[in-house]
Structure formats: structure tokens, C-alpha cells
């Protein structure tokens, strides 16, 4: 039986029950005998805590305890991806706003929430930091102590790290004209819609946790290492998040939670609020100053970059994500001589979290809109000049890094064509154009099970986190294609570290690509032990039998897999397992630790309409299309295309975090942190993929999940331009933004 | 949520009685679409909540009576947008109620309740006061009357006691009918609060009623009777320093997270001559 699964549009495993609300989040799930946890914040970004009363606290019904630094151990354990700077629980001070300085536990979440307000906390509050130009100021306070910063250069600054990449020399460099400016992206925060949620139970000896998480195995070892326990005795289990976009990758409260579990001895559960949420994560803020020189044909002969990331009170992964993203400002435009200085600069608000694009849309908006004001200077279409300077297949963009992995012209083309580049618009309307370019994974680690059953069903084992991106049913699809069985025959089962092999991480739109290639190496060592079974079943040498996709090829015959399977098992029965792995190496001397995986390769082009009176935009076409290699599932690639692009609308349009002038987080919530509902979609949307089967995953698949977000902005902020004339260099383009910038023109 | 009372009177008569008894510690509940979250973030923390949505007499919740279409405390905004009496005569508040929340929103949110809750940015309080809406409010002692112009006092605050009820909003079906239309600005076009609400309407006599709010503490009425703004054949420019001085009392917040005060000041007479113009067309097709 040939089952042609790759390409097919298979419905999403578990797709129906996530839209109909029968999907089981950390939240639904009904563990026995468990407590409740409400945190303590106090209202301010940045104070000193006096004294922490809990009396009252506790006298409430049903409270069992309230937790503060002082029942945790000495010194307080600190954690973090990069950086082990996050304190379990807020020690001394607080240091963003929404920081928690005491939970409550207690039999109701009544009880402990009505506790929460009864804990009283005195505190001084201090002058808070919370923009880069304070953050820079010599005289500006330290944001973390340098006991817990590592030595270094800058461990007296408040610059976390600060890298410099580049090539060729910038100042030797002979242009026509120079363009400079600096453009900014405001805080915005993930908006899952299934806040966090934690659960922590004492098992055994061990313990085992439940968080909404995007990568298990870190929060394993995280876990692990706070409680001194080895990794076999933390169990954690990761229902699918429902959304992550970065904001669920690494460990936040769970340490706090599995605490308080251990000190019950009971499950503890603590479900953040939206609020609380937004006080957990948020996207790094950027202010980054562009110069561009060029030729007076367009040709580039320099970008010189300062990238200034705003991140928060703790390390996180601010530094990975302003190193990575800054690796790559150049963009995919052959450019003589590069010069990137990139900042992470620590303040007193919500830590950083990898956001989907980790960085690139903030760098690619200054890029690709320093790059729009070139060409209009130099009286230059903005396609041309983009396709003029653009890498060719096999070109390195970045000296020493992988080279442009397809044929990008192609997709800048297509996106062209379908935006009717060059046709003219009526008045008050106007087009954009842009490019956007993302490193995959730089090194990674996956293995996968996949359990080939008696009955010619099959189980893959996965530690992938579907959060809605539908990881399960590009696996199944590979595993029932290699396997030769229909897809509902295959279960796919993730998220539990007692269960699935390690997985390095959730993120960089690897799964299909790093776990596919470790399900199809999976599936491939299955399809040996059944060329070993054929062989010995029919007599003939190993070496005469191939198998592949579903097929057995004998030297005379060809069967279906599961015939052979089946016979093979004979009367016992039994299974076939098969383990995979899959690898990208690191080169320690690269700067970024490894060379690109693959490139997530967007161009994005638009037709907005500008409200000359009121400011307000509308998107009346938008096209985007990516570089994907290969749809392994079409219907999934578009669904992530579009989602993508409608994140990346709401980031130019409406998004940002808004702080008062103490550094508190206004907008927390739901009311007044804007994202993009139905109604606010462009006129058309249209998602193409170009597919040329030339990417490193199983049958030639790139990683697709964040390419249609990664230039967005630009492209609508120079379609906004292109209507009005109006130039605006701060996101988001909001009515009054645009409004504002109209004005100035004139 | 902490806990509390919760009752379901059957009558108004009973509802009062309630009221009477608990004063303050009471609250009554309608939609909730309000209510609930004051209840969830513990900003309002009664001791019994009184639910109004089984008093039959509420019921039906809109009716025509003597010259007046009566919204009864119990009108959600789905019904009243989906009504042909309120579009055929009031179809600026059609347009408001239309636009408040969601389709869930709508259709458990009150007309009642978004006017006692008594938001600045209330979307049906500027068509309200263009129509000269009155607020019906009864108490253990007896009812009263009270235009919605003086039921409003400021953010959050509203002519109403702790014992008293609102039982209805009545708009008279006038005369000489007044053609209104009703806009908004928000930051997205989905579910949003307004940083702008405004309501023009102008009628047979010459006269026109602008109301707006979301610019200050309370949405107010302005009304000219020079003539120049009803009038179809007058031009923008003899219009625009009328329509300006309309907007003399407002004075947006400059703490808002919704605009800037600049850039409210500014949209004012953009949405008003929009409205404007819109009230004109629906006063010439008037039959
Ligand atoms: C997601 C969301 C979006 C929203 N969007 C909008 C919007 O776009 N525009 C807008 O204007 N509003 C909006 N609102 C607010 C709200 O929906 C409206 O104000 C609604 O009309 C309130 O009516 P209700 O019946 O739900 O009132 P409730 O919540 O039941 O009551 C509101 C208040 O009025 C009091 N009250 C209610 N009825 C009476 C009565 N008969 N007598 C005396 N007191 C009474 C209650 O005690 C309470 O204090 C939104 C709310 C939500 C949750």
C-alpha cells in the first residue's frame, strides 16, 4: 500500500477538539487533593521590601501557608536559560513590576486569592529604569548586582552583553549617499490565550510537574537542579500549550510552585491571570540607528548598525535573542562592509522572552525601512533596488555562515507579481514591499520513538510541544508515509519526560525539521529490522532488499510493509521500535556557536488605504510568501503563514506595552493591550509558498512558522508612506501615530 | 471572586424590598458584563448581588407605549439593534448598541447597565442624549423621572440611591423626528473602547443635537439652534467654526492608554461633521 501523506492537507490531530474546547489544558486537568496558589506583586516596577507580614494572611479559612523568600533556602536559588539571575521568588527587592514577593497556598483559589490582598508587604519604593536612555546614563543604579552578574567588561553597566559583529571595513568605504536613522519597536507581550498554568505534586521521591511549557526536558532540568534531585526523579508533563509564540519556552514559576508542592507535600496549582501573564513575558523593546551607504545605482556598499534591545530585570534570553537577531541586520543584501553593535541592556521591567521572529522583526523594520528611504532618495523603485542587492542562491549573505539556502529572487518575484508591483493605485492608497530573513536553529538535539505495533498501528514518541502550530500531524504523517499505514493509525504522543525521549527545545520553527528528520530517522531504522525480517522471511540477502515509504522491495516482488510486519511478528506478536535521532552540530568558533540550519525567507507586500483626516490604515491586500522547501502539509503551512501575518499586522497597527512614568505596566490585560480581531484582517490575505524541495528536513522542508511576521511593518509602514508621504519610524502605526506623522509632513 | 449573597426576585416590588433592606451592601446585576469584573478583580465586593433578569414585568423588553419606546432594564443590546422600531426611529442608537463588545457582549449586555455604570465612554449615552432619553427609576416609596443628561454626573457616577432601581429608558417618539447618527474612534475595529463616541442629530426646526463622549469625565450635549449646522446647503467652511466651538467643554484625559488628548481635540470635529453629514442625509429621506 502506497500512502502518499507528504503534501497532503491532512486535517490537524487534535484540531477539532482544540476549537471546540474539549482540549485538556493544565487548568482542566482535575489532579486530586490539590491546593491553590495566588501570587503577591506589589504595585510598583522597582522597591526595596521592608518587612513582609503574613498574619492576617493566614488566619483566612482554608489558607495552609504563605511562602516568602525567607522559607526558601539560603542562598535563594536563582535559574535562567542563560543566566542563573532569576531568584525563585523576589528577595530583597523587586525588580520589575508584577515581580512576586509571597504566594499564598490554600484549599480554594478563593481563599488564597482573597489571602493575596491580606498579605502586607512594606516596602520603599525605588526610582525605576526603564528606558535605554536611563539604562545608559553613567550614573544610573545597577540593575543586578555584579555578584550575580558573570565578570566581565560591562558587569559595572547596565548593558548585559554587548556583541560586534561584521566584515569589510565600514569607514573605508567609498558611497554616493548615506542614509541614517533609528527606529524603534515598543514592549509588546505574547498574548497566548492559555495564560501559564503550573502544577507541582510530590511523587515519591520525586516530583512531578505540569506546566504549559514549550520545551519539557529544560524545565526538567531545571527543576532538577533547584531541588538538588537528578533528572529521573523530575517527571514533567506538558500538555499541549494552547499558544506559546516563545512566551512559554523556559522555566518562569515552576520552581516557585514545585517549592510550595514539596513544603505541602500535596499538588500545588497556580494558573496565572491574562495580567499576570503579561507580567511574565514580554518581547524586547529596540531602538536600532541604521546607516546605510550606497551607490547611485542602489548597489549597497555598507550597513552599519547600533542595536540597543531593552530587557528586563533578569538575564532570560535577552542576550541570545539581541546576539542572534543582530547577526543577521545586514539582511540577504550583498553588502562589502557590515558593522553590527548590538546591546542587551538590562531594566527594571517584565524579563524578555524569545517572541516568534526572536528579534529579527525589530532589526528588519529599521533595515527594510532605512532601505525604502534610500531608494525613494536615490529615485529608485523599492522592489529593484531589493532584488539588485539581493544574495543569489548559494551566496553568502553572511561572510563564514551558511549561504542563501533557495532561490530567493524567485519568492521576491512571486510576492510582486501578486501584489501587481507597478500598477498604479487610486489617491490615498499605496503599496509596500519588504524582506524578511531568519536563522533557523544554529545546534540542536532531537530524538524520537516510534513504536511499530503488532496490529500495523504505530506510536511516536515526541518531546515536541504542540502549542497549535500542528507538530503532531506533520509526525504522523511522516511516520504513516515511511510506514506505509493510513494517518489514524498514528498516535502521537508528546509531552511527558517520563515517557518521550529528550528534545532539545520547542522553537526556531525546527520541529519539522530537526524532530521530523529524528521520526524519519526513527522510522528508518524500523524499515531495517523489516528489511531484516523480509530477508529472513524470504530467503534472500539483505543487500538485494530495499525498503522505503511503505513499500518492501524484493528482488522479485514488492509488498506493502505491514504484510511484512505481520508476518514477521507471526503468532507472539510483539512491535517493532525504532529510535531516531537528529543533530546540528555546533562550531564553537562561529559567533553565534553554529552555523544557520536553514533560513526562514519572507517577502511581504501590501495595499493600505490612509484616512487623511483620521490616520486610521487599512490593509486592503496583503500578499505574503515564504521559502518553505517543501508543504509537507499545505493546509498547515498556510494556517502558520497566515496566523504569522496577522501576529505581525498587529505588531505594525496596534501592539505595545505602555508603562507610566514609575515603569508599571498599564495596559495589562485584555481591554487595553489591542491585538488584531476578525474584523481587523486585510481586505485579501494570500499566502504562497515556493517550494523547491532544498531544505535540510525530511523530503526537503525548511521551518516555516515565522517568516510572514519578520517584515511586516516595514512593508505596511511603507505602503503608508507611499499614500501620504507621511514617514513613520516609531511602531505602532496606530491612527494617532500616522495621524501625527501627516502632519509633520506638511 | 469572594462570596456573596445572590437573589432572583420575581417582581420589581420584591427587588426594591431588597434594596430597601441591604442599602448599600446591595448590588444589582442585569448582563454583568460590567458587574462580573468588578465582582472577579474585587473592585466592588457587595454582600449580595440582586439579579434582575426573572422580574416577568421587565418583560417584554421593549414596548411602545403612549408615544414612547420604553427600554426596559432588562433590553440587551442585540435586541435593540435587531428592532424595527428603534431602527426606523432611533437608528443612531441602533448604530451605538451595535458596536458595543462582542456579539456575546451584546447579547447580555443591558441598556440599563451600560448607562448606570456610568462610564465616560458608554457607547448608547451620546444617542441617548441627542434623543432626549429620560431614565425611569423607582423606588420603595415611588418613581421618578430624570433625563439621562441629569442621570449622569461623572465617571462612575450616576443620580441613582443604593434603594433605587432603574426600571426603564423611555425615548419619546417625537413629532418632529430627529435624524441622528451616531460614530466612534477606536484603535482597532473589533471589539474596542472608544476614545471618542459622538452622536449628531438634526431635525425639521434647524435645530441640532450633538452629544459626545470618552473626552472627559461624563458625555455631554451641546446643541445649536443657529440653523447653520442642519443646513444641507450651507458649506463646510460656514459649518466648521460652529461644529469647532461644539467641542469647547471637552478635555480628554492625557493619562487615556486609548490617544492622546491632541490628537481626541482633534478627531472631535472630524467625527462630528461626519455625523453631521450622515443625520443630514437621514433628515432628507425622512418621509
Ligand atoms: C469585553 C467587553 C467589551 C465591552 N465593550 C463595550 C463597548 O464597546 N462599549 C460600551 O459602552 N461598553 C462596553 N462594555 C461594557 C458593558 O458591556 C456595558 O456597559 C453594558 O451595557 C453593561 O450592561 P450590563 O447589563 O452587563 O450591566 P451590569 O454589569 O449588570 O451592571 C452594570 C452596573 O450598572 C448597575 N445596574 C445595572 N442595571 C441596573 C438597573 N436596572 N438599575 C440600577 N442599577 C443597575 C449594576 O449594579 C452595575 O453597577 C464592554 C464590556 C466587556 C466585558
Not at chain 1, 522597591?47 to 498574619?55: E, F, G, K, V, Y
Not at chain 1, 498587529?650 to 488584531?676: C, S, V
Request: include cysteine.
Amino acid at each position: 500500500m502506497k500512502v502518499d501523506n507528504i503534501g497532503a492537507p491532512a486535517q490537524r490531530l487534535g484540531g477539532i477538539d482544540r476549537v471546540t474546547g474539549h482540549q485538556r489544558y493544565v487548568a482542566d486537568l482535575p489532579i486530586a487533593d490539590t491546593l491553590h496558589a495566588k501570587l503577591v506583586a506589589l504595585d510598583c516596577a522597582h522597591a526595596r521590601i521592608l518587612s513582609i507580614d503574613t498574619s492576617v494572611a493566614e488566619k483566612v479559612p482554608g489558607v495552609v501557608f504563605v511562602m516568602t523568600a525567607d522559607d526558601l533556602p539560603t542562598p535563594m536559588p536563582r535559574f535562567g536559560p542563560q543566566y542563573q539571575d532569576r531568584p525563585v521568588i523576589a528577595e530583597g527587592t523587586t525588580n520589575y513590576h508584577g515581580e512576586p514577593v509571597a504566594a499564598v497556598v490554600a484549599e480554594t483559589k478563593d481563599a488564597a486569592e482573597e489571602a493575596a490582598t491580606l498579605v502586607k508587604v512594606e516596602f520603599e519604593e525605588l526610582p525605576a529604569i526603564f528606558t535605554v536612555e536611563a539604562a545608559l546614563d553613567p550614573a544610573a543604579e545597577l540593575i543586578q548586582d555584579p555578584s550575580i552578574r558573570r565578570p566581565g567588561p560591562f558587569t559595572e553597566t547596565n548593558i548585559l552583553t554587548e556583541y560586534h559583529f561584521g566584515w569589510g571595513d565600514v569607514d573605508a568605504m567609498d558611497a554616493d549617499m548615506v542614509v541614517e536613522h533609528t527606529y524603534a519597536w515598543p514592549m509588546q507581550t505574547h498574548f497566548a490565550i492559555e495564560p501559564h498554568g503550573y502544577i507541582a505534586a510530590p511523587d515519591g521521591d520525586g516530583i512531578i510537574v505540569w506546566s504549559s511549557i514549550q520545551h519539557p526536558y529544560q524545565l526538567q532540568k531545571t527543576v532538577a537542579t533547584v531541588l538538588g534531585m537528578p533528572l529521573s526523579k523530575v517527571r514533567v508533563i506538558a500538555p499541549d500549550p494552547g499558544g506559546g509564540f516563545g512566551g512559554k519556552q523556559h522555566p518562569k514559576l515552576e520552581p516557585l510552585v514545585a517549592f510550595m508542592a514539596m513544603r505541602a507535600g500535596r499538588p500545588v496549582r497556580l494558573i496565572l491571570s491574562l495580567e499576570e501573564a503579561f507580567q511574565g513575558v514580554r518581547r524586547a523593546g529596540t531602538e536600532v540607528k541604521v546607516r546605510m551607504g550606497l551607490k547611485s545605482d542602489g548597489t549597497l556598499v555598507f550597513q552599519d548598525y547600533v542595536n540597543r534591545f531593552l530587557i528586563g530585570a533578569y538575564g532570560d534570553t535577552g542576550d541570545r535573542i539581541s546576539a542572534k537577531a543582530s547577526f543577521l541586520s545586514a539582511g540577504p543584501y550583498r553588502t562589502p562592509a557590515v558593522r553590527i553593535v548590538s546591546q542587551a541592556i538590562l531594566s527594571h521591567t517584565t524579563p524578555t522572552h524569545p517572541y516568534r521572529g526572536f528579534g529579527i522583526p525589530q532589526v528588519t523594520w529599521a533595515r527594510e525601512s532605512c532601505l525604502d528611504e534610500a531608494a525613494i532618495a536615490l529615485g529608485i523603485d523599492r522592489l529593484e533596488i531589493r532584488l539588485h542587492n539581493l544574495v543569489r542562491y548559494g551566496e553568502e549573505h553572511v561572510p563564514g555562515d551558511t549561504p542563501a539556502d533557495g532561490d530567493w529572487a524567485q519568492t521576491v518575484r512571486k510576492a510582486a507579481e501578486e501584489i501587481h508591483w507597478g500598477t498604479p493605485l487610486p489617491p490615498g492608497q499605496g503599496r509596500g514591499i519588504a524582506i524578511g530573513v531568519k536563522s533557523g536553529p544554529t545546534t540542536g538535539l532531537s530524538y524520537a520513538t516510534v513504536r511499530f505495533l503488532a496490529d500495523a498501528s504505530v506510536m511516536v514518541f515526541s518531546g515536541t510541544s504542540d502549542m497549535g502550530q500542528g507538530a503532531r500531524t506533520i509526525f504522523a504523517q511522516i511516520a504513516a508515509e515511511e510506514l506505509g499505514v493510513s494517518l489514524d493509525r498514528v498516535a502521537v504522543v508528546m509531552g511527558d519526560t517520563a515517557v518521550v525521549p529528550y528534545d532539545q527545545q520547542t522553537s526556531a520553527s525546527r520541529s519539522s525539521v530537526l524532530m521530523g528528520n529524528a521520526v524519519l530517522d526513527a522510522c528508518r531504522d524500523i524499515q531495517r529490522k523489516i528489511r531484516a525480517m523480509a530477508a529472513r522471511l524470504h530467503d534472500v540477502e539483505e543487500a538485494e532488499i530495499t525498503v522505503d515509504r511503505g513499500v518492501v522491495h524484493l528482488p522479485d516482488a514488492e509488498l506493502p510493509i505491514v504484510d511484512v510486519l505481520k508476518a514477521g511478528l507471526g503468532r507472539m506478536g510483539g512491535e517493532v521500535v525504532g529510535n531516531g535521532e537528529a543533530r546540528k552540530e555546533a562550531f564553537p568558533d562561529h559567533p553565534l556557536g553554529g552555523t544557520a540550519l536553514f533560513f526562514e525567507f519572507n517577502c511581504t507586500a501590501c495595499d493600505v488605504a490612509v484616512d487623511p483626516e483620521t490616520g486610521e490604515v487599512t490593509i486592503l491586500r496583503h500578499v505574503t510568501v515564504g521559502d518553505v522547501g517543501l508543504a509537507l502539509n499545505p493546509v498547515q503551512v498556510t494556517g502558520q503563514d497566515e496566523g504569522a501575518a496577522i501576529m505581525g499586522i498587529g505588531h505594525a497597527l496596534m501592539e505595545h506595552l505602555i508603562l507610566d512614568d514609575k515603569g508599571r505596566t498599564r495596559n495589562l490585560g485584555a481591554i487595553d493591550y489591542r491585538i488584531p480581531t476578525s474584523l481587523d484582517l486585510p481586505g485579501e490575505l494570500h499566502s504562497f509558498s515556493i517550494e523547491n524541495a532544498d531544505g535540510p528536513g525530511p523530503y526537503g522542508i525548511k521551518g516555516i512558522s515565522e517568516g510572514s511576521l519578520l517584515c511586516t511593518a516595514p512593508a505596511v509602514a511603507g505602503a503608508v508612506r507611499d499614500a501620504t508621504g507621511a514617514v513613520v519610524r516609531r511602531l505602532p502605526l496606530s491612527p494617532e501615530n500616522v495621524w501625527r506623522a501627516m502632519k509633520e509632513k506638511t | 471572586m469572594q462570596s456573596f449573597g445572590y437573589r432572583r426576585p420575581g417582581t420589581i416590588d420584591e427587588a426594591l424590598a431588597l434594596l430597601q433592606e441591604h442599602g448599600d451592601a446591595a448590588r444589582v446585576l442585569a448582563g454583568g458584563t460590567d458587574l462580573v469584573i468588578e465582582l472577579r478583580n474585587r473592585w466592588r465586593r457587595p454582600k449580595i448581588v440582586i439579579d434582575l433578569k426573572r422580574i416577568e414585568e421587565l418583560r417584554p423588553p421593549i414596548r411602545e407605549v403612549e408615544g414612547r419606546l420604553v427600554f426596559t432594564a432588562l433590553a440587551v443590546m442585540s435586541e435593540i439593534v435587531a428592532d424595527e422600531r428603534v431602527q426606523l426611529h432611533f437608528p443612531a442608537l441602533a448604530e451605538a448598541a451595535d458596536v458595543v463588545g462582542s456579539i456575546q457582549i451584546r447579547n447580555r449586555a443591558t441598556l440599563a447597565g451600560n448607562i448606570c455604570n456610568g462610564s465616560p465612554a458608554a457607547d448608547t449615552a451620546p444617542p441617548l442624549l441627542v434623543y432626549g432619553a429620560e431614565v425611569v427609576i423607582a423606588a420603595k416609596n415611588g418613581t421618578r423621572r430624570v433625563a439621562v443628561d441629569d442621570f449622569i454626573i461623572g465617571p462612575g457616577k450616576v443620580d441613582l440611591q443604593p434603594t433605587e432601581l432603574v426600571t426603564s429608558i423611555e425615548i419619546p417618539i417625537s413629532a418632529t423626528p430627529i435624524a441622528a447618527a451616531y460614530t466612534r474612534m477606536t484603535r482597532r475595529r473589533g471589539t474596542d473602547l472608544a476614545s471618542i463616541t459622538l452622536c449628531c442629530g438634526v431635525d425639521a426646526t434647524g435645530t441640532t443635537r450633538l452629544a459626545y463622549g470618552s473626552v472627559g469625565p461624563r458625555a455631554l450635549l451641546v446643541i445649536d439652534n443657529s440653523g447653520v449646522l442642519a443646513d444641507p446647503a450651507a458649506s463646510d467652511e460656514a459649518k466648521a467654526p460652529v461644529l469647532a466651538s461644539m467641542f469647547s467643554a471637552a478635555s480628554p484625559s492625557p493619562k487615556s492608554m486609548r490617544a492622546g488628548p491632541e490628537y481626541r481635540v482633534a478627531m472631535l470635529p472630524v467625527l462630528g461633521a461626519r455625523a453631521l453629514r450622515t443625520a443630514i442625509e437621514r433628515q432628507t429621506r425622512v418621509p
